[in-house]
Every structure is written in structure tokens, then in C-alpha cells.
């Protein structure tokens, strides 16, 4: 006798249940339509606030980079020529700031973007740029607190971040500490991805050697010729790496240079007597 199969009512149910919640949900937003109107503005908020926010940051970043240009060519650019002086204006004194006047200045910009505007990308390179501002003024313990804060501050800008180890390494270098800068040089040579390996390397190479340590800084000096073939600093590497362990003669080659230089005395000297003896003749 064959079984009859009853249909399944689990998920008209289901079905029912969830349709029977959103309608309960409808019902109950609007009995209370202050809900509604609470969401609508909480988002009209949340997407005003953004757009502030937005506005905001893009203002500071604008004003911060405008400031940062104006330092930058103070900093960099060559005093500009005097103007022609023209006619009535003979007493008129001429402002003209000098190199130090000029670096000092955009120092002081440097300064008000790193106060006013500390949180734009512009004040990263205010950071990087006043350490070197103080190190053309040869204030290097200003150079060095700035170049460390901004090592500090922003290791994710990997290429200033060596830049400002390398300055570091020459203020060592500059104050007599020849230790720590070969250990500078040594990690920056080291490190994985540096735009600066070559130089590193070199100046590594340059100080082991002043500090007589000969047979590392010319095992260096080679490998930097070998890996840095067309670059300046690979190009210098090599005529160290040559002029510290010069290429071996061979011994033929010093045989000939000693017989041919043997020669030529003898000959000059033949020379001279003859020309001795018939001027003597002559007399």
C-alpha cells in the first residue's frame, strides 16, 4: 500500500515568520516615526561632518604646501639679482637678504607649518628640510634632533629616512666620531631596498680605510666596482680598489723596462762625449 507523502510547511512558516516581522517592524516605525526622522538627520550628520572634515584637511594641505614652496625656494634658490634702479627711486634701500638671511627664513616657515599644520603630508618635508637647513648653518645638534625625529616619525618615507641616516653618518663623521659613522654607513649598506647603497658603501670603504682597517676596505672597494659599474660612486670604488693593491707586473715586462732604462743613460752619455770631443777638435 503506498505511502502518502505529506508536504513540507517548515519554511512556508519561515516564510510567514519573516514576513509577519518585517510588517511588525513597519507597524512599529510608524507608530514612532520619530525614529525615521532620528536616522535621517544622524546621517545628514555623519555625511556633513565627513565633508568638513574633508574640506578641511584639503584646505590645511593646500595653505601648508603653498608655505612649504615659499621655504623651499628660500632655502634652495641663489639670492635673486638687484633690481635696475629706476629713476626717483636712487634712495630707495635695497632689501637683498643674504644666504644665511634666506635659510634662516624659511627655517622660520619650516616652523609654522610644523606648528600650524602638523598632521599634512607638507610638514613631513618641513621636517626633513629644517634638519638640513640647520646643517647649512652648521648647527649640527639642531641637524641631528631633526633628522632623528624624522626618522622617528615617519620610517614608512624610506627613501628621506636614508637620506637622513647618511647626513647623520657625515655629522659623526664631522664631530670625530668614526665608530658610530662606520656604523651607520654599515646599515645603511645593509639594508635591503636603499636608493643610497653605492654611496654607503663607499664612504664605509672610505672611512674602514682611514681608520687602517686596509684589507676590509679593499675587499669592498672591489665588490662596489663590481656591483656599481656606471656609477660615480662604483667608478671612484674602483680607482681606490686600484690604487690600494695595484695590478702585479710581470717579470719579463720588468726585465725590459730595466734593460731599456739601463740603455738610455748610456746612450745619452756616448752622446755627450762625442759632442764633448769635437767641440775640444774644434778648439
Request: proline share 5%.
Amino acid at each position: 500500500m503506498p505511502y502518502k507523502i505529506r508536504p513540507q510547511k517548515e519554511k512556508e512558516v519561515a516564510q510567514i515568520q519573516v514576513v509577519s516581522r518585517g510588517q511588525a517592524l513597519m507597524e512599529s516605525l510608524s507608530e514612532r516615526p520619530q525614529l525615521i526622522w532620528g536616522g535621517i538627520v544622524l546621517l545628514v550628520v555623519i555625511a556633513v561632518f565627513t565633508f568638513y572634515t574633508q574640506s578641511t584637511r584639503q584646505n590645511a594641505e593646500e595653505v601648508a604646501w603653498t608655505i612649504e614652496a615659499e621655504a623651499s625656494k628660500l632655502l634652495h634658490d641663489p639670492p635673486p639679482l638687484p633690481k635696475p634702479i629706476e629713476e626717483g627711486d636712487e634712495d630707495v634701500p635695497l632689501e637683498i637678504m643674504n644666504e644665511t638671511q634666506r635659510i634662516e627664513k624659511s627655517l622660520e616657515r619650516y616652523a609654522e607649518i610644523l606648528a600650524k599644520h602638523g598632521n599634512t603630508d607638507a610638514a613631513r618635508i618641513a621636517l626633513f628640510e629644517s634638519a638640513n637647513a640647520h646643517a647649512k648653518l652648521e648647527k649640527d645638534e639642531q641637524a641631528t634632533e631633526k633628522y632623528m625625529a624624522f626618522i622617528t616619525k615617519y620610517p614608512e618615507s624610506k627613501k628621506l629616512v636614508v637620506l637622513s641616516h647618511l647626513r647623520l653618518a657625515y655629522l659623526e663623521q664631522k664631530k670625530g666620531d668614526d665608530a658610530a659613522a662606520i656604523d651607520r654607513f654599515r646599515m645603511i649598506y645593509e639594508m635591503p631596498a636603499s636608493d643610497n647603497k653605492d654611496q654607503a658603501g663607499f664612504e664605509l670603504a672610505r672611512a674602514l680605510e682611514v681608520s687602517g682597517k686596509d684589507d676590509e676596505a679593499k675587499v669592498l672597494y672591489q665588490k662596489l666596482s663590481e656591483d656599481y659599474v656606471e656609477t660615480p660612486w662604483g667608478t671612484e670604488a674602483k680607482a681606490r680598489s686600484l690604487l690600494l693593491s695595484p695590478p702585479q707586473v710581470d717579470s719579463t715586462e720588468e726585465e725590459s723596462a730595466t734593460e731599456t732604462s739601463s740603455e738610455t743613460p748610456q746612450s745619452d752619455s756616448s752622446n755627450i762625449g762625442s759632442a764633448i770631443g769635437s767641440a775640444n777638435t774644434e778648439e
